[in-house]
């Protein structure tokens, strides 16, 4: 069955940088692209970036541009988020998530269960 | 940006149908999926391609989509479908760029 395990968060100062990290298995990783979503405590869900299936294409969402960097590691069937400058207004549980593709756009369809990251001095 | 725009909550008895809309301007060109959120836990998907219901979501759980507006439908709302529920789409500027609705939370009781 499709797993995927979220690494990496923690209590981190501001400025400062994490890198996170998601294990995927169950499916064949090279071949789909992967998201990553987040979530502030009591808000609602954030997407964040995505990443195709070769690593070529990398998308942002505005607040994410210049400061995030996701990355993916196929021999390894892992994806990373490197999160850096980090803001009080960062800390959020961090999800990434498998994608399907509906034909009008991407979708995040299996999800992990997130790793916290929480900024603060 | 784009938006995708919920009711913020939406309250049902047992048995009765729960209705969650999502109004977004790029939705007659791309195709919307739902998400359930329990306390606690990891979203799950419910309905994709605005109306598909992955293996394992049971029958009670429908969805639609008729211009600006996809909607989510609970029939027979059972207590353990308590969640906050989030619609999800692309933005008109391309396929890849995604976006969560505001979220409605779902009480039933």
């Known amino acids: 069955q499709v797993q995927l395990v979220e690494s990496g968060g923690g209590v981190v100062q501001p400025g400062r940088s994490l890198r996170l990290s998601c294990a995927g298995s169950g499916f064949s990783f090279s071949g789909y692209d992967m998201h990553w979503v987040r979530q502030a405590p009591g808000k609602g869900l954030e997407w964040v970036s995505i990443i195709s299936y070769d690593g070529a294409q990398t998308y942002y969402t505005d607040s994410a541009k210049g400061r995030f960097t996701i990355s993916r590691d196929n021999s390894k069937n892992t994806v990373f988020l490197l999160v850096s400058s980090l803001r009080p207004e960062d800390t959020a549980v961090y999800y990434c998530a498998r994608d399907y593709y509906d034909g009008s756009g991407h979708n995040p369809d299996y999800w992990g269960r997130g790793t916290l990251v929480t900024v603060s001095s | 940006s784009y938006e995708l725009t919920q009711p913020p909550s939406v309250s049902v008895s047992p048995g009765q149908t729960a209705r969650i809309t999502c109004s977004g301007d790029?939705?007659?060109?791309?195709?919307a999926s739902w998400y359930q959120q329990k306390s606690g836990q990891a979203p799950v998907l419910v309905i994709y391609?605005?109306?598909k219901r992955p293996s394992g979501i049971p029958e009670r759980f429908s969805g639609s989509s008729s211009g600006t507006l996809a909607t989510l439908t609970i029939s027979g709302a059972q207590v353990e479908d308590e969640a906050d529920y989030y619609c999800?789409?692309?933005?008109?500027?391309?396929?890849?760029?995604?976006?969560f609705g505001t979220g409605t939370e779902v009480t039933v009781l």
């Open positions: 999800y789409s692309t933005d008109s500027s391309g396929d890849h760029r995604g976006v």
């Open positions: 391609e605005d109306s």
């Open positions: 790029a939705l007659p060109q791309k195709h």
